[in-house]
Nanobody
Framework: EVQLVESGGGLVQPGGSLRLSCAASGFTFSNYAMSWVRQAPEKQREWVASIFRDGRTDYLNPVKGRFTISRDFAKNSVYLQMDNLKPEDTAVYFC?????????WGQGTQVTVSS
C-alpha cells in the first residue's frame, strides 16, 4: 500500500519557522521526484517546491530564499524547511510523488501563520 504521511504543521507567528516531513512507503522512493504543494482556503492547489532524483531543486518564486526542500533516501522521506513564514503561506501542505507513470499524494498538514 502506497502511503505518504506528512507531519510538522502547526500554528506559527509571522517570521517564524516550521519543518514539514513526509514519510513515504509502498513504492520505490528513489525513482520518484518529490514535491510539496499547498492549498490555501478557497484557492486552487499551488505547487511550492520539487526535488528531483538527481538532487536538483526548484521553487515557487515567492518562497525562494525562505523554503528549502530536501530528501533522505535512507529514510524514504522528504522535508520542507520553511523560514521567515508569512501569513500568505497559510495553507494545507501536501506531499506528492511523481514518476513518468504514477502520481501519489499525502493527506496534507495544516500550516497557519498568524499573530
Amino acid at each position: 500500500e502506497v502511503q505518504l504521511v506528512e507531519s510538522g504543521g502547526g500554528l506559527v507567528q509571522p517570521g517564524g519557522s516550521l519543518r514539514l516531513s513526509c514519510a513515504a512507503s509502498g513504492f520505490t522512493f528513489s525513482n520518484y521526484a518529490m514535491s510539496w504543494v499547498r492549498q490555501a482556503p478557497e484557492k486552487q492547489r499551488e505547487w511550492v517546491a520539487s526535488i528531483f532524483r538527481d538532487g536538483r531543486t526548484d521553487y515557487l518564486n515567492p518562497v525562494k530564499g525562505r523554503f528549502t526542500i530536501s530528501r533522505d533516501f535512507a529514510k524514504n522521506s522528504v522535508y520542507l524547511q520553511m523560514d521567515n513564514l508569512k501569513p500568505e503561506d497559510t495553507a494545507v501542505y501536501f506531499c506528492k510523488a511523481d514518476s513518468l507513470s504514477y502520481e501519489y499524494w499525502g493527506q496534507g498538514t495544516q500550516v497557519t501563520v498568524s499573530s
